[in-house]
């Protein structure tokens, strides 16, 4: 049990008894102390030999009473210590020159007097009272000393009167500082409390902000999951459609749709990535100039329906190859672009990009509505637009610059804006480009002929989505017509079909029933006869995760490919395996 619990227990019985002014805070002591104080003063008044004592001592108790009635009314506890204070040092001092003065033991009193303006009010007033006292001592020492004094006659009565005064300043001395000693705890204790309130407050935010990230991420798994067979089957039926320019244009206005909403769903897991830091930067060596326009380019078919000039400046002193992450930096050109377009209505949207020795300045400037100041500050921020009727006429999430912004920053560069409103606006982002040698092996390109079109390779798709195995079979049938190909829907059926019959390549879809592609290629790479255990191993993915692409190919993976994923992508993928291996 607490040693302070019993005086603790009193305390807030009194505090609930006292007037309304004294039941908080420092107030009950205050309260409590006077109290203590007039009893002493009565007391005193009875038992004290010395002339006037009575008369004296119940005057200061109905004056402290009179205190305590004014801080009720509302006189401020301060003033009414100092007062307090004031009057028992003169009666203090009119104790010990009627009881023997330096050597009276009414003296002792006097120490103690510091201590209430010390706790209740503040050390300084503290200070100054024991300035006060001191002054007094030397004034009684002089005062003895000279004789000043009146002498007495020491009886019984004054030894009665000594020794209470010893007791009761003894007992003073002790109380002052567990009430003080109290009211710290009490305060410490409420300190906790608030600190265990905002951990478990900071417990709670971080966990729901946790389950809001998982939430994005998964809804973005299971959007991409289905996507791959919306862009994969409109790949295949354009590659099949021949010379038919009607039903090609409605399958590049699917195309176009199904493009616009992988780029919603890829902003979003962005962003929860960023939010969750982590967004990675997968560098590489590219060229430059062929990346820049192959983001202006992809705007050509929206812009031929637009009255607008949309055009590049490309400084001539551009470094050819450059190193950086070629992909980040297409979203964020295609990304400004495609405000840029959104915004303007009639004019230009221009694209310069210029060499700065060090490097590079890309900027998109437009003609179009531009951003009213005020919002100016707040556009980079997440779910920012310039104003609510945006959103109702241009559509967008708001996310797109402020994922560039953390794409540009994780590139180690920095972006920014000028805008004047209806004048048009001017994204910039600089980025710390340098020239690079040519890399030794070129880029795969994503277009590329199947040389063993003709070869009867045995291939197993691994996924549980029908509709997704039935366009890895068509992708893989097209172009490898002799090929064997066999479906299973969960990881352990696949490491079962390859016990039973040997394949040239798996396709392993990682998200699975039963048992994952993760857990399959363990097996299959641990387990199986030595034949087949090598047995090439391509991973299906829409996890976009670099950290957790690289796990896979870690855990066995020959190579990881991202749904939704291109069909030509795909078969160079599977013939530069095939052809490395065989
Ligand atoms: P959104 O997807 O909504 O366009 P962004 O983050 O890309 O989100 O842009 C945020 C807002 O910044 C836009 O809604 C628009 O109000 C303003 N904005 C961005 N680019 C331009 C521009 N080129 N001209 C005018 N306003 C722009």
Redesign the pocket.
């Known amino acids: 049990m607490n040693r302070n619990t019993w005086l603790e227990q009193w305390a807030s019985r009194i505090a609930l008894r006292v007037p309304v002014r004294f039941q908080l805070g420092k107030m009950p002591y205050a309260f409590f102390f006077a109290q203590v104080v007039s009893v002493f003063l009565l007391v005193f008044a009875v038992i004290s030999p010395y002339p006037y004592a009575p008369v004296i001592f119940s005057l200061f108790a109905v004056f402290l009473q009179v205190l305590l009635v004014c801080i009720q009314r509302g006189m401020s506890l301060n003033l009414a210590i100092h007062l307090g204070t004031g009057l028992g040092a003169i009666i203090l001092l009119y104790s010990a020159w009627v009881s023997g003065g330096i050597h009276s033991p009414r003296l002792s009193w006097l120490l103690i007097l510091p201590l209430t303006p010390f706790y209740v009010i503040n050390r300084r007033s503290g200070i100054f009272w024991l300035a006060v006292v001191m002054a007094l001592q030397v004034f009684i020492a002089v005062a003895s000393h000279m004789a000043w004094v009146p002498v007495f006659e020491i009886g019984d009565a004054h030894v009665l009167s000594s020794f209470m005064v010893y007791t009761l300043v003894t007992c003073v001395l002790i109380v002052v500082p567990l009430m003080y000693d109290h009211m710290y705890r009490q305060a410490l204790e409420a300190s906790r409390d608030h600190q265990r309130e905002l951990e478990e407050r900071r417990e709670e935010l971080e966990h729901a902000s946790q389950m809001r990230e998982h939430f994005i991420a998964n809804v973005s798994h299971e959007l991409r999951t289905p996507m791959n067979a919306i862009l994969g089957f409109n790949a295949l039926l354009l590659a099949r459609l021949g010379d038919k320019p009607e039903a090609r244009k409605v399958l590049n206005h699917t195309r176009q749709s199904a493009d616009h909403l992988m780029t919603v769903i890829n902003?979003i897991l962005d962003y929860s990535q960023s939010q969750a830091g982590r967004l990675v930067i997968q560098p590489e060596t590219f060229e430059l100039r062929k990346t820049v326009e192959d983001a202006f380019e992809l705007f050509f078919p929206r812009v031929k329906s637009m009255e607008l000039a949309y055009r590049i400046e490309l400084d001539p002193a551009l470094p050819q190859w450059v190193h950086t992450d070629r992909h980040r930096l297409m979203q964020v050109l295609v990304?400004?672009l495609?405000?840029?377009l959104?915004?303007?209505h009639q004019g230009q949207v221009v694209l310069r990009v210029q060499w700065q020795n060090p490097g590079v300045l890309f900027a998109?400037q437009?003609t179009?509505?531009?951003?009213a100041k005020d919002?100016q500050a707040q556009?980079?921020n997440r779910f920012?637009?310039?104003?609510g009727d945006?959103?109702a006429l241009?559509?967008?999430?708001?996310?797109?610059?402020?994922i560039?912004r953390t794409l540009v920053q994780l590139l180690g560069g920095d972006i920014d804006?000028e805008?004047e409103p209806g004048q048009?606006?001017r994204?910039w982002f600089h980025l710390p480009l340098t020239a690079c040698p040519e890399p030794q092996q070129k880029p795969s390109a994503a277009r590329m002929e199947v040389q063993t079109a003709q070869l009867p390779w045995r291939f197993l798709i691994a996924d549980d989505h029908p509709v997704n195995r039935l366009l890895a079979r068509q992708v893989l049938k097209n172009a490898w017509p002799h090929s064997h190909i066999v479906e299973v829907s969960d990881g352990l059926q696949a490491v079962d079909m390859l016990r039973e019959q040997p394949f040239d390549l798996v396709l392993m879809d990682m998200v699975m029933p039963v048992m994952d592609g993760i857990v399959a290629t363990q097996m299959i790479r641990t387990q199986l006869p030595s034949a087949v255990r090598d047995v090439l191993i391509l991973g299906l993915t829409a996890n976009v995760n670099p950290v957790d692409l690289d796990a896979f190919r870690k855990e066995g993976l020959d190579d990881v490919m991202l749904k939704p994923f291109e069909p030509d992508l795909l078969c160079a993928k599977v013939e530069h395996w095939l052809l490395q291996r065989n």
């Not at 179009?368 to 951003?371: A, K, R, V």
């Not at 920012?384 to 104003?387: G, M, R």
């Not at 241009?394 to 402020?402: C, E, I, K, Q």
């Open positions: 902003d990304n400004l495609g405000n840029a959104k915004f303007t998109v437009d179009g509505i531009g951003i919002r556009i980079f920012s637009q310039a104003n945006i959103q241009y559509g967008g999430n708001g996310l797109g610059l402020a560039s804006f805008s048009g606006s994204f």
